[in-house]
Nanobody, 127 residues
Framework: QVQLVESGGGLVQPGGSLRLSCAAS????????IGWFRQAPGEEREGVSC?????STYTKNPRRFTISRDNNKNTVYLQMNYLKPEDTAVYYC???????????????????????WGQGTQVTVSS
């Protein structure tokens, strides 16, 4: 059974940091790119970052967010620093076949390229 489980969300003050984790099971992570998306209330789902199986990446805010993966642990991480209130959203990870190269698409990453989704983890940035 294919499963993606996000963790690491929570409440953080502006300027703080969080590290989100996406634990994958039921499929071979080596064959997939993993993306992070977020969705705030009333907003469309937005692509945040993506890492392919060759560790090439796309990140919308590279000065604050860093994506990494550990295939031995079947886990992908999103390190978020200098968080702002506008980063408040539910964060989702998703998996796409690596050969689609979703991280190289024009305009960032797109939800329609991804096959499997986690349930999301809430990130709230507030004082």
């Amino acid at each position: 059974q294919v499963q993606l489980v996000e963790s690491g969300g929570g409440l953080v003050q502006p300027g703080g940091s969080l590290r989100l984790s996406c634990a994958a099971s039921g499929f071979t992570l080596d064959d997939y790119a993993i993306g992070w998306f977020r969705q705030a209330p009333g907003e469309e789902r937005e692509g945040v970052s993506c890492i392919s199986n060759d560790h090439s990446t796309y990140t919308k805010n590279p000065r604050r967010f860093t994506i990494s993966r550990d295939n031995n642990k079947n886990t992908v991480y999103l390190q978020m620093n200098y968080l702002k209130p506008e980063d408040t959203a539910v964060y989702y990870c998703a998996a796409a076949r690596a050969e689609r190269r979703p991280h190289l698409r024009a305009g960032g990453i797109h939800p329609e390229d991804f096959d499997f989704w986690g349930q999301g983890t809430q990130v709230t940035v507030s004082s």
